[in-house]
């Protein structure tokens, strides 16, 4: 399935349902048929399979999340929701579903979905703080939110991540102008003005 997976994303949407024809039974070509699919502007064929996917497999995260993604990426978000909803109650741990779900939330943006949001994208960082993604729609949601300071110290570890040591160093003076001294937030500014500058000043000799 992974390399069915792959095949589906890199390769022409020509190339794949060649490789995995339409007489092919298996999941994985079924999988990999799906994604050729939808890359091809072909969604209901691309829906009608992961439909019969999820009826053989109802409980596979990846399943739901491909659904979602087909979905999403065809500007379906009311749709697309429920998928990200049962991929992330199937398999809570992984971070990249809970930025999956946190993404149409935002996009959706409504005040329980930001909520909502910021919970998904705060605990995909636990798992995983190097996802220069999860900073950036954490900035969107926070700054919707009205959380100005916290918007701003997710932006700066977005640049951090990025090596944009200069945008970097601007959103954590920004984000420490906003919080309180010495709270949690403005403590990580302070981390990232000077992670930042250092980074800048190596990169200037």
């Known amino acids: 399935r992974m390399v069915a997976k792959l095949k589906g994303f890199i390769n022409p949407p020509s190339r794949t349902l060649r ?66 909803e049962r991929a992330v109650a199937l398999r809570p741990q992984q971070p990249l579903l809970r930025v999956a779900l946190a993404h149409v939330q935002i996009e959706l943006n409504s005040p329980e979905l930001i909520k909502a949001a910021i919970n998904h994208l705060e605990q995909a960082l636990r798992y995983d703080r190097f996802m220069p993604l999860s900073w950036q729609l954490a900035a969107t949601a926070y700054g919707r939110n009205g959380q100005r300071g916290l918007s701003a110290v997710a932006l700066a570890e977005h640049h951090l991540l990025l090596g944009r040591f200069q945008d970097a160093r601007g959103q954590a003076r920004r984000a420490m102008r906003a919080l309180p001294e010495n709270s949690p937030g403005w403590l990580r500014g302070q981390d990232i003005e000077a992670a930042a500058s250092r980074s800048h000043e190596r990169e200037a000799r």
């Open 19 to 84: 490789d995995y024809p339409a007489g092919d039974p298996a999941i994985s070509a079924r999988y990999a048929r799906a994604m050729a699919f939808h890359r091809d502007a072909r969604m209901d064929e691309a829906i009608k399979l992961i439909d019969g996917l999820l009826i053989q497999a109802p409980d596979d995260p990846y399943f739901h999340e491909l659904k979602g993604q087909i979905m999403f990426e065809n500007g379906r978000l009311k749709d697309a929701l429920p998928s990200y």
